[in-house]
């Protein structure tokens, strides 16, 4: 699952980039640039893929991605600008590229977090994941506590729950004399 994960990861990015790069005014990446932009995203996203990772490292790998990409792609098929626009080229294509690799990170972030919520529901035994199927499919949760049985009229209090009981609250107020 490691690699495929990572091949996602690869596709979205190269294919944004490269996207991106085109709709920006550059001309059409070559077949052998995009695949070895792949094959470096590829391996970035291999590597890190070893396990569940939150959104600090895939928004900054999704970041580091496009910026790598860029380059590539700009070094072999530069964008056609304008002399007067040259000085703004530089910053509305990272800013374009930073937008671009947040909203992306963002969406595989979600797609890893959902990734392996289906492990972790995977690995666990069978009767509570039908339970949660059940409780999914009918709409109504079970409750969370079950009540006292009559024959049980005993109130359960003891030191811990009685000095709970007594901090309940605002503080009280003392009078100044």
């Not at 190269?14 to 932009?37: M, W, Y």
């Not at 470096?40 to 991605?65: C, D, K, S, W």
């Not at 969406?107 to 009767?127: C, T």
Request: hydrophobic share 50%; aromatic share 6%; with cysteine.
């Amino acid at each position: 699952m490691r690699l495929a994960r990572a091949t996602v990861f690869a596709t979205v990015c190269v294919v944004v980039s490269a996207g991106g790069h085109v709709f920006a005014g550059g001309k059409p990446v070559a077949p052998g640039v995009l695949i070895l932009g792949s094959l470096g995203t590829l391996a970035l996203a291999y590597l890190l893929g070893g396990r569940e990772r939150g959104p600090q490292v895939v928004l900054g790998a999704t970041i580091a991605a496009q910026i790598l990409l860029h380059e590539l792609f700009s070094g072999v098929a530069p964008v056609a600008v304008s002399p007067d626009a040259h000085a703004h080229s530089g910053l509305g294509m990272t800013l374009a590229h930073l937008v671009v690799a947040v909203v992306t990170g963002w969406w595989l972030y979600r797609g890893e977090n959902a990734f392996w919520l289906m492990v972790r529901l995977w690995g666990m035994p069978p009767l509570p994941v039908l339970r949660w199927l059940l409780v999914l499919s009918t709409g109504e949760s079970a409750p969370v506590r079950q009540a006292v049985p009559e024959s049980e009229p005993r109130v359960h209090c003891s030191l811990e729950f009685a000095a709970a009981v007594h901090r309940r609250g605002p503080p009280m107020l003392s009078r100044a004399l």
